[in-house]
């Protein structure tokens, strides 16, 4: 079967027995869209009938929320590539509105709705029963989403799962469902890094709930300095566009408005408009702490409106039970970020990885991990040492630029004079690593060249100064090791020997991970146990050896 980037799967079975069918439906779809999967619901919508089916405004009840958060939970299990959106412009709560199931007269599609992405393929769970039928349902359903939304002129169709009908099922059905109570604003808040299935459940929800308008407060700054892998998170534009170009997908009546926040009530303790706030098991007393901050305000207390969390049945060790944002941080660590910067000018023999990170980092463990993974292991801390050795180039141009009050009785270089004369001077700093840089990058060199004459097929750089020093030019990739502050100080304390203050200073004096982060290809972290930092080395080797692969295939190099 035929791969499309974007599909619309409309869901004809009633409320009461998607349940069970949502799961395999979707994994049906995933078979055939690869990208981008919109959900529609028109339950009992009759696709066989030989008459134009056509779109009907839905009164939301009690029974859409929990089963719109079952759909993205088992999108999180069977199908957790698809970028899955449930689109609710055919719910509307008013008055003379046509229960679930039952036709209106009203168009809640005057025109075509336009997508962010078009639809290539219309899909549908309807139970087709008789299969010399397929034809007409097919027409009919092509017919049922080019009323709805704007699709590609030649839009596909497919009937998934036609067995998936039970008639004891079926007699469950309720005929009148209790409508769900709206509100004219509603309000949340959240980080909504990298919009995952809880995210879309919540933000559906408060789409659902809200008549007018959706105030939307989204983490920034402060609020993220205690997030696990924070420098994994993305920018607040980012995160901001996601969240407008989804919204507009799911219901474009509403008033969207999207607002910083730098403390955890942000305008929902101020905005004398709102009626509900939208909480989670673990965030509740967040929204009894907006509510208490509201009464001192003299505003009205707000609905705490409540939705479960979503389970993750993909967690790791290390990750949270609930599908959440850090867990989706963590199994980025050891993957490609972003591509390398094409380097014409240097060998694809051997592939260099140059690995960073500030002190504490873990980042000389990580190459002898990579070491006995089977790369060439080039210390650049090792080699700035022999730059220092009596009779080197590096040498004689030291004690012509800092004096030779700086030497030891047997001529060496003692290392900590010449540090204190340094310490603080930017400018005398700049004049050593002018110096010594240059000639490590020499050294660096002659050892790769040295590992390619061996046959060898990988090197991982270890170097501090990699990025400061301008070695980018050097390797093909850019690794960095990162550890929050908190726990590089500990380690260098107890390393060192040192003053946690002089610690603090050192950090402060390098390179911040978020700036490392910028310029990587890929980033790991040594922050749990060893066997984990094992794993994430062994991913990140295992992903390279494909790249490297596909660099074969692709420029026509010998395996």
Same mark, same amino acid.
């Given at each position: 079967?035929?791969?499309? $980037?974007?599909?619309?799967?409309?869901?004809?079975?009633?409320?009461?027995?998607?349940?069970?069918?949502?799961?395999?439906?979707?994994?049906?779809?995933?078979?055939?869209?690869?990208?981008?999967?919109?959900?529609?619901?028109?339950?009992?919508?009759?696709?066989?009938?030989?008459?134009?089916?056509?779109?009907?405004?839905?009164?939301?009840?009690?029974?859409?929320?929990?089963?719109?958060?079952?759909?993205?939970?088992?999108?999180?299990?069977?199908?957790?590539?698809?970028?899955?959106?449930?689109?609710?412009?055919?719910?509307?709560?008013?008055?003379?509105?046509?229960?679930?199931?039952?036709?209106?007269?009203?168009?809640?599609?005057?025109?075509?709705?336009?997508?962010?992405?078009?639809?290539?393929?219309?899909?549908?769970?309807?139970?087709?029963?008789?299969?010399?039928?397929?034809?007409?349902? $097919?027409?009919?359903?092509?017919?049922?989403?080019?009323?709805?939304?704007?699709?590609?002129?030649?839009?596909?169709?497919?009937?998934?799962?036609?067995?998936?009908?039970?008639?004891?099922?079926?007699?469950?059905?309720?005929?009148?469902?209790?409508?769900?109570?709206?509100?004219?604003?509603?309000?949340?808040?959240?980080?909504?890094?990298?919009?995952?299935?809880?995210?879309?459940?919540?933000?559906?929800?408060?789409?659902?709930?809200?008549?007018?308008?959706?105030?939307?407060?989204?983490?920034?700054?402060?609020?993220?300095?205690?997030?696990?892998?924070?420098?994994?998170?993305?920018?607040?534009?980012?995160?901001?566009?996601?969240?407008?170009?989804?919204?507009?997908?799911?219901? @474009?009546?509403?008033?969207?408005?999207?607002?910083?926040?730098?403390?955890?009530?942000?305008?929902?303790?101020?905005? @004398?408009?709102?009626?509900?706030?939208?909480?989670?098991?673990?965030?509740?007393?967040?929204?009894?702490?907006?509510?208490?901050?509201?009464?001192?305000? /003299?505003?009205?207390?707000?609905?705490?409106?409540?939705?479960?969390?979503?389970?993750?049945?993909?967690?790791?060790?290390?990750?949270?039970?609930?599908?959440?944002?850090?867990?989706?941080?963590?199994?980025?660590?050891?993957?490609?970020?972003?591509?390398?910067?094409?380097?014409?000018?240097?060998?694809?023999?051997?592939?260099?990885?140059?690995?960073?990170?500030?002190?504490?980092? /873990?980042?000389?463990?990580?190459?002898?991990?990579?070491?006995?993974?089977?790369?060439?292991?080039?210390?650049?801390?090792?080699?700035?040492?022999?730059?220092?050795?009596?009779?080197?180039? %590096?040498?004689?141009?030291?004690?012509?630029?800092?004096?030779?009050?700086?030497?030891?009785?047997?001529?060496?270089?003692?290392?900590?004079?010449?540090?204190?004369?340094?310490?603080?001077?930017?400018?005398?700093?700049?004049?050593?690593?002018?110096?010594?840089?240059?000639?490590?990058?020499?050294?660096?060199?002659?050892?790769?060249?040295?590992?390619?004459? !061996?046959?060898?097929?990988?090197?991982?750089?270890?170097? %501090?100064?990699?990025?400061?020093?301008?070695?980018?030019?050097?390797?093909? !990739?850019?690794?960095?090791?990162?550890?929050?502050?908190?726990?590089?100080?500990?380690?260098?304390?107890?390393?060192?020997?040192?003053?946690?203050?002089?610690?603090?200073?050192?950090?402060?004096?390098?390179?911040?991970?978020?700036?490392?982060?910028?310029?990587?290809?890929?980033?790991?972290?040594?922050?749990?146990?060893?066997?984990?930092?094992?794993?994430?080395?062994?991913?990140?080797?295992?992903?390279?050896?494909?790249?490297?692969?596909?660099?074969?295939?692709?420029?026509?190099?010998?395996?």
């Amino acid at each position: 079967m035929s791969m499309f $980037s974007t599909g619309l799967l409309v869901l004809t079975s009633p409320l009461q027995t998607l349940p069970l069918r949502l799961a395999p439906v979707l994994s049906s779809a995933a078979q055939v869209v690869e990208r981008t999967l919109y959900v529609h619901f028109h339950p009992g919508l009759n696709l066989a009938t030989g008459t134009q089916a056509r779109p009907a405004f839905i009164q939301p009840v009690v029974d859409l929320p929990s089963v719109i958060s079952r759909l993205y939970s088992n999108a999180a299990d069977v199908c957790s590539h698809l970028d899955v959106r449930v689109l609710l412009t055919h719910f509307k709560a008013r008055s003379g509105v046509p229960q679930v199931g039952a036709s209106a007269v009203s168009n809640p599609f005057p025109s075509p709705q336009t997508l962010s992405h078009f639809p290539e393929v219309v899909l549908t769970d309807y139970p087709l029963q008789d299969p010399s039928q397929s034809s007409l349902v $097919s027409q009919c359903l092509q017919r049922y989403a080019g009323y709805c939304y704007v699709c590609t002129p030649e839009l596909s169709s497919v009937i998934l799962h036609p067995q998936l009908k039970c008639e004891d099922e079926e007699q469950k059905r309720i005929e009148k469902e209790e409508p769900i109570e709206t509100y004219s604003d509603v309000v949340v808040g959240g980080t909504f890094d990298r919009l995952h299935g809880a995210h879309r459940t919540l933000l559906n929800i408060c789409c659902l709930l809200a008549n007018r308008r959706f105030l939307i407060g989204v983490c920034d700054q402060e609020l993220l300095k205690n997030k696990v892998l924070k420098e994994l998170i993305e920018p607040y534009s980012r995160r901001v566009q996601k969240l407008k170009e989804f919204l507009n997908d799911v219901k @474009p009546s509403l008033q969207y408005e999207i607002v910083p926040l730098s403390d955890p009530f942000g305008p929902s303790v101020t905005d @004398p408009q709102l009626q509900c706030i939208v909480v989670s098991e673990e965030t509740r007393r967040g929204g009894e702490a907006v509510n208490r901050k509201r009464a001192e305000n /003299g505003l009205s207390e707000l609905v705490l409106y409540e939705i479960p969390l979503i389970k993750d049945a993909h967690h790791t060790d290390i990750e949270e039970e609930k599908i959440s944002s850090s867990s989706l941080r963590s199994r980025l660590l050891g993957t490609l970020l972003k591509p390398p910067t094409p380097r014409p000018a240097l060998s694809q023999v051997p592939y260099v990885i140059g690995l960073t990170g500030g002190s504490g980092s /873990g980042k000389s463990a990580l190459s002898q991990r990579l070491e006995g993974l089977g790369a060439v292991r080039v210390d650049a801390d090792q080699l700035g040492h022999e730059t220092y050795i009596p009779g080197s180039v %590096a040498y004689h141009k030291i004690l012509q630029e800092f004096g030779r009050d700086i030497l030891n009785e047997d001529q060496t270089i003692n290392r900590r004079d010449l540090g204190r004369k340094v310490f603080g001077d930017k400018e005398r700093l700049k004049a050593l690593t002018d110096i010594v840089w240059p000639e490590i990058a020499l050294l660096v060199k002659a050892r790769i060249q040295q590992a390619k004459k !061996e046959g060898k097929h990988v090197c991982v750089l270890d170097a %501090a100064v990699l990025l400061e020093a301008g070695w980018k030019d050097m390797v093909h !990739e850019v690794w960095v090791a990162i550890i929050p502050e908190e726990e590089a100080v500990k380690r260098i304390v107890e390393r060192d020997g040192i003053s946690k203050e002089d610690a603090l200073r050192r950090l402060q004096s390098q390179w911040s991970n978020a700036r490392l982060v910028e310029q990587a290809n890929v980033v790991l972290c040594t922050l749990w146990e060893p066997d984990v930092t094992q794993r994430q080395v062994v991913k990140a080797w295992n992903l390279l050896q494909e790249r490297i692969q596909q660099n074969k295939e692709e420029t026509g190099l010998p395996s």
